[in-house]
């Protein structure tokens, strides 16, 4: 039924950059839009990004916008979120999601493992 | 924004116990409300889409409803594999999740 697999993580500085990946498998990657959630340690889900199915369109959690930028390349089936400006609060491990097809209300039926984001100096 | 009150944020319960979990919205998001399920160390599972209806694969003692504003997830008989914390999401506009609710064993 398809897999998505997070990559890039680490350990970076405050005020640095991160790319993270998320290379999906097993479905036709570019009829669905995609996601970013995040949890910090300990804490609850936060949504971080969204890009629809063809790029047309995205959007951002407020403390993440003009820092973070989400982009797909549909021929290489992967997402990926370019994490700017690093802060210690952005510390979270963070999971792709898909969107479902069966509703119009962006629910995420596939996620992936996670990789973990530590912003520390 | 609209804001998400999740309640309680957590709960202790018995095997076969009928379990109750709430999401209040701050304002009309109609019937955009999902439910998910989150075991330690795992990536949330979806339950509910759309305020009602029942992911596949998902067993049917879990359901979900509205009414106005409040959305509900009921758990008909827990199960052991129930232990877990619940997340409500809401998809009108923008997407924010509620702040989890932790169901632990009696």
């Known amino acids: 039924q398809g897999q998505l697999v997070e990559s890039g993580g680490g350990v970076v500085q405050p005020g640095r950059s991160l790319r993270l990946s998320c290379a999906a498998s097993g479905f036709t990657f570019g009829y669905y839009g995609m996601h970013w959630v995040r949890q910090a340690p300990g804490k609850g889900l936060e949504w971080v990004a969204l890009i629809r199915h063809d790029g047309s369109n995205e959007d951002y959690l407020d403390s993440v916008k003009g820092r973070f930028t989400i982009s797909r390349d549909n021929a290489k089936n992967t997402l990926y979120l370019q994490m700017n400006s690093l802060r210690a609060e952005d510390t979270a491990v963070y999971y792709c999601?898909?969107?479902?097809?069966?509703?119009?209300?962006?629910?995420?039926?596939?996620w992936g493992q996670g990789t973990m984001v530590t912003v520390s100096s | 924004d609209i804001q998400m009150t999740q309640s309680p944020s957590s709960l202790s319960a018995s095997v076969g116990d009928r379990v109750t979990i709430t999401c209040r919205a701050s304002q009309n998001i109609n019937t955009y409300l999902n439910w998910y399920q989150q075991k330690p160390g795992k990536a949330p599972k979806l339950l509910i889409y759309a305020a009602s209806s029942l992911q596949s694969g998902v067993p049917s003692r879990f359901s979900g409803s509205a009414s106005g504003t409040d959305f509900t997830l009921t758990i008909s008989s827990l199960q052991p594999e129930d232990f877990a914390t619940y997340y409500c999401?809401?998809?009108?506009?923008?997407?924010?999740f509620g702040g989890g609710t932790k169901v632990e064993i009696k």
């Open positions: 999601a898909r969107a479902s097809l069966l509703t119009m209300i962006d629910a995420f039926d596939m």
């Open positions: 999401q809401h998809s009108y506009r923008t997407l924010a």
